[in-house]
Antibody, heavy 118, light 112 residues
Framework: QVQLQESGPGLVKPSQTLSLTCTVS??????????WSWIRQHPGKGLEWIGY???????YYNPSLKSRVTISVDTSKNQFSLKLSSVTAADTAVYYC??????????WGQGTLVTVSS | QSALTQPPSASGSPGQSVTISCTGT?????????VSWYQQHPGKAPKLMIY???KRPSGVPDRFSGSKSGNTASLTVSGLQAEDEADYYC????????????FGGGTKLTVL
């Protein structure tokens, strides 16, 4: 059974960079066939796709966030990561990592709340 | 504003059926058979309920069904049960020119 777990600071100051890591267990990121994704949910709001990465390192980003987002993968640790730069209060959200298999998100992490505040 | 349009709320009594719509464009819902539906209970991660318009993952009750006509996809929940009360989100592949993945704004399903 594949499991994903987000980790990282729960509080980030405005203008700084938000950094989160997703650790995958029960399956290998390197096995191919999947895109490893970041999705966020503003408090009380809907879901917003941030981007995803293939094990080879190919990345695909939401155009509205592309200038501030970097997603990377570390296959040796079976992890992938999110960096979001120049954050503001509008980036306060629950951040989920998820596995995209053939254009469906079939496994999700539990989510982690990141608050942007001084 | 979400790329896909869903009604904010829907409701039904136990045992009844309810249908939730998800309207997009020919660049997303209408252009691909990659519409998915997710169920989210409060404080929990979303759960995949329907993929590729009408397919159910293993373990999802057959009370949940999906369909699509043109640029609008639909999720139908039959034989409503109390545990079906949740938020439901649709999603569609949108191709490289439209940002790859788009979600609906979500529908709060209330079981009366």
């Amino acid at each position: 059974q594949v499991q994903l777990q987000e980790s990282g600071p729960g509080l980030v100051k405005p203008s700084q960079t938000l950094s989160l890591t997703c650790t995958v267990s029960g399956g290998s990121i390197s096995s191919g066939g999947y895109y490893w994704s970041w999705i966020r949910q503003h408090p009380g709001k809907g879901l917003e796709w941030i981007g995803y990465i293939y094990y080879s390192g190919s990345t695909y980003y939401n155009p509205s966030l592309k200038s501030r987002v970097t997603i990377s993968v570390d296959t040796s640790k079976n992890q992938f990561s999110l960096k979001l730069s120049s954050v503001t209060a509008a980036d306060t959200a629950v951040y989920y990592c998820a596995r995209d298999y053939s254009n469906r998100f079939d496994y999700w992490g539990q989510g982690t709340l990141v608050t942007v505040s001084s | 504003q979400s790329a896909l349009t869903q009604p904010p709320s829907a409701s039904g009594s136990p045992g009844q059926s309810v249908t939730i719509s998800c309207t997009g464009t020919s660049s997303d819902v209408g252009g691909y058979n990659y519409v998915s539906w997710y169920q989210q209970h409060p404080g929990k991660a979303p759960k995949l309920m329907i993929y590729e318009v009408s397919k159910r993952p293993s373990g999802v009750p057959d009370r949940f069904s999906g369909s699509k006509s043109g640029n609008t996809a639909s999720l139908t929940v039959s034989g409503l049960q109390a545990e079906d009360e949740a938020d439901y989100y649709c999603s569609s592949y949108a191709g490289s020119t439209q940002g790859y993945v788009v979600f609906g704004g979500g529908t709060k399903l209330t079981v009366l």
